[in-house]
């Protein structure tokens, strides 16, 4: 009876002792799969990545940065290493003009007028009405153009497509020929930056566009005096990773 049960358990016991390589096999097929994956993700959108990087920094307060990471939620791209050198060198240069603006801004004691922040999309300058324009006027004040003037020599270091941006508060107003028309007055005063920056600092008009977005795309809202004074503003846009070749 004895021999017959060692017999019969040494029978079940024997299947079981080479089950770890089932387990073992398992675990190296994965790892393998896992190194794989890592290497598909080799070749980096660098600047795709760096405003990842910095999108993440402005959410938590590190530089100012407004809601971002939104139109492009690809990271890796697989690009060469030939368009990642280009794009970090890019990402580079446009990092030194952000810096730069930020530099001149402070130099001229223009901190409550124009901010600098970097965003998904590029490099925000965000200059005030008051700074540029009367009420209801779409020509820029001397003072107007010699800002503009400061900020295209400095756009001038780089290649990247600028995109000046007019925006309004949502208060209709009666002045000269426009009657309620915010569309109408943004456009025009972002044509207006977009000529000087062409005539006066000499930058290559194709890399100009302007766009008025009227009350559309407040930062604050409309509810009180302060906040539409601060709706009321041009950006300009330095766009990333798009420049003339």
Known sequence: M??????????????????WLTTYGDMVTLILTFFVLLYSFSTIDVMKFQKLILS?????GIV???????????VFSGQTMVDAGQ?????????????????TVKEQGLEKEITVAVQQRGVVVSISEGLLFGTGVYEL?????????T?????????????????????????????????ALSALRAARIVSVLERMAGLDPRRL??????????????DSDRHRQMNRRADIVILSGNTIR
């Open 151 to 183: 900020i295209g020599e400095i756009l001038g270091e780089i290649d990247n497509q600028i995109s000046v941006e007019g925006h309004t508060d949502n208060v209709p107003f009666r002045r000269g020929g426009f009657v309620g028309d915010n569309w």
């Open 56 to 60: 993440f920094r402005g959410a938590i």
């Open 87 to 103: 794009s970090r060198v890019e990402t580079t240069d446009i990092m030194k003009v952000a810096e730069r603006l930020r530099e």
């Open 64 to 74: 100012d940065a407004g809601a971002s990471f939104q139109e492009d939620e690809a």
């Open 141 to 149: 004040t001397p003072q107007g153009v010699r800002v503009v003037n």
């Open 2 to 19: 004895g021999r017959e049960r060692r017999r019969k358990r040494n029978k079940e016991d024997g299947p079981r002792a080479g089950n």
């Open 209 to 222: 566009q302007s766009v008025g977005y009227g009350p559309a795309r407040p930062i604050m809202p409309n």
